[in-house]
T-cell receptor, first 115, second 111 residues
Framework: DVKVTQSSRYLVKRTGEKVFLECVQD?????MFWYRQDPGLGLRLIYF???????EKGDIPEGYSVSREKKERFSLILESASTNQTSMYLC??????????????FGPGTRLTVL | TQLLEQSPQFLSIQEGENLTVYCNSS?????LQWYRQEPGEGPVLLVT?????EVKKLKRLTFQFGDARKDSSLHITAAQPGDTGLYLC???????????FGRGTSLIVHP
């Protein structure tokens, strides 16, 4: 059974703290993504990575950075958390094989609250 | 810039009713996916449609891709409480690498 796991389901942090959100996939996928999901705004892409050590900015990268040192792991970093980063964070992975029509596999999400 | 709209934004119905949700755009898509996100979970792929006019069925769910490949619909027959969730469309345009998601339709089916 394919799986994308995220390090925490719920996280509470204080303003100014450095926050690490970890995502691991076991499908040997090349591509990995970080989204945030807010009511009425849908899924917004923060960063994606199409291979190890490669990263590209998505639609809303400000205030975030990412790290992909190993193929199976994609980390999202909030350098200095702010209250407007309170949100649901979703990680996803997909194969780069075009014949798969690029199905994305999502983790269960991390609900982050910044106080 | 691609405009992607899903409607309705919210839908609250009784068990047994039928419903249709829509995904519309001004752009032509090479393919389109529908995902369902249940409360507290990540989205899960339901279907991918590729050909204009294509119709796919998944039990009580019927998916249609518009002839011009600019829109899609999802029809649910005899909705059940287990259908409750957020339905997201995710089109793909040509060689675009970056996935795009609509804002979704939030469906609640009351027993």
């Amino acid at each position: 059974d394919v799986k994308v796991t995220q390090s925490s389901r719920y996280l509470v942090k204080r303003t100014g703290e450095k926050v690490f959100l970890e995502c691991v996939q076991d499908m040997d996928h090349e591509n990995m993504f970080w989204y945030r999901q807010d009511p009425g705004l849908g899924l917004r892409l923060i960063y994606f990575s199409y291979d190890v050590k490669m990263k590209e900015k998505g639609d809303i990268p400000e205030g975030y950075s990412v790290s992909r040192e190993k193929k199976e792991r994609f980390s999202l970093i909030l350098e200095s958390a702010s209250t407007n980063q309170t949100s649901m964070y979703l990680c996803a992975s997909r194969s780069s094989d075009r014949s798969s029509y690029n199905e994305q596999f999502f983790g269960p999400g991390t609900r982050l609250t910044v106080l | 810039t691609q405009l992607l709209e899903q409607s309705p934004q919210f839908l609250s119905i009784q068990e047994g009713e039928n419903l249709t949700v829509y995904c519309n755009s001004s752009s032509v898509f090479s393919s389109l996916q529908w995902y369902r996100q249940e409360p507290g979970e990540g989205p899960v792929l339901l279907v991918t449609v590729v050909t204009g006019g294509e119709v796919k069925k998944l039990k009580r769910l019927t998916f249609q891709f518009g002839d011009a490949r600019k829109d899609s619909s999802l029809h649910i027959t005899a909705a059940q409480p287990g259908d409750t969730g957020l339905y997201l469309c995710a089109p793909r345009s040509g060689g675009s690498y970056i996935p795009t998601f609509g804002r979704g339709t939030s469906l609640i089916v009351h027993p």
